[in-house]
């Protein structure tokens, strides 16, 4: 595709529920990220994933929150028993990733998924 | 780690009337650096970006920053701005090229007719 993709655009879900989030990279790009943006606030880090090197998940709020990235593709976030403080648009953006580019490190962002904890 | 700081969170400003959005970055080793724009209803996108050369940069929409590294700031300029400009600006720096950034809290451009 032309872009990144994210789905599903919208989730409202339960409280207590289980959620996965579903980023479709631009094809080639080997660096993966998730970011949380709460409302009116800006956007928060969660994990970076580049190429087949173990992904950094400093950024992850608790052992709720995982994510998985199979080769340089489709990636999933995966929240268990969401809390109403898990409301937020869940943002994955893609980049070309180390190839001696300047244009490497330029992300490139999906419409994000917006999640409802109720 | 790299961290970033958006003093301002609203900046109202009068059409055609000049702007500064500021930002300051904690750490000058290595630093590339980037602003993303926002606007009403869509994605984030890439606005400029400084990673080497010349510390002025532009936009193709008439924005430019500065890399100033003893003060350690990237602030964003328009000389004018226009109605099309309403969106939500985030500074975003990274270190040593690591591919991680790290987005500041952002400053929404509010331009008024």
């Known amino acids: 595709g032309a872009g990144v993709s994210q789905s599903p655009s919208n989730k409202v879900t339960e409280k207590g529920k289980d959620v996965e989030l579903r980023c479709d990279p631009i094809?080639?790009?080997?660096?993966l990220y998730w970011y949380r943006q709460r409302l009116g606030q800006g956007l928060e880090f969660l994990i970076y994933?580049?190429?087949?090197?173990?992904?950094?998940k400093s950024g992850l709020p608790s052992d709720r929150f995982s994510a998985e990235r199979t080769g340089e593709s489709v990636s999933t976030l995966t929240i268990q028993r969401t809390q109403q403080e898990d409301s937020a648009v869940y943002l994955c953006?893609?980049?070309?990733?180390?190839?001696?580019?300047?244009?490497?490190?330029?992300?490139?962002f999906g419409p994000g998924t917006r999640l409802t904890v109720t | 780690a790299q961290s970033v700081t958006q003093l301002d969170s609203q900046v109202p400003v009068f059409e055609e009337a000049p702007v500064e959005l500021r930002c300051n970055y904690s750490?000058?080793?290595?630093?590339?650096l980037f602003w993303y724009v926002q606007y009403p209803n869509q994605g984030l996108q890439l606005l400029l970006k400084?990673?080497?050369?010349?510390?002025l940069v532009e936009s193709i929409n008439g924005f430019e920053a500065e890399f100033n590294k003893s003060q350690t700031s990237f602030h964003l300029r328009k000389p004018s701005v226009h109605i099309s400009d309403t969106a939500e600006y985030f500074c975003?720096?990274?270190?040593?090229?690591?591919?991680?950034?790290?987005f500041g809290t952002g400053t929404k451009l509010q331009v008024i007719p």
């Open positions: 953006a893609s980049s070309l990733g180390p190839v001696g580019t300047t244009t490497s490190y330029e992300q490139y």
């Open positions: 094809s080639g790009h080997t660096a």
């Open positions: 994933f580049q190429g087949n090197s173990a992904p950094d």
């Open positions: 750490s000058s080793v290595s630093v590339y």
């Open positions: 400084y990673l080497s050369g010349s510390t």
């Open positions: 975003a720096p990274s270190s040593g090229g690591y591919q991680k950034v790290t």
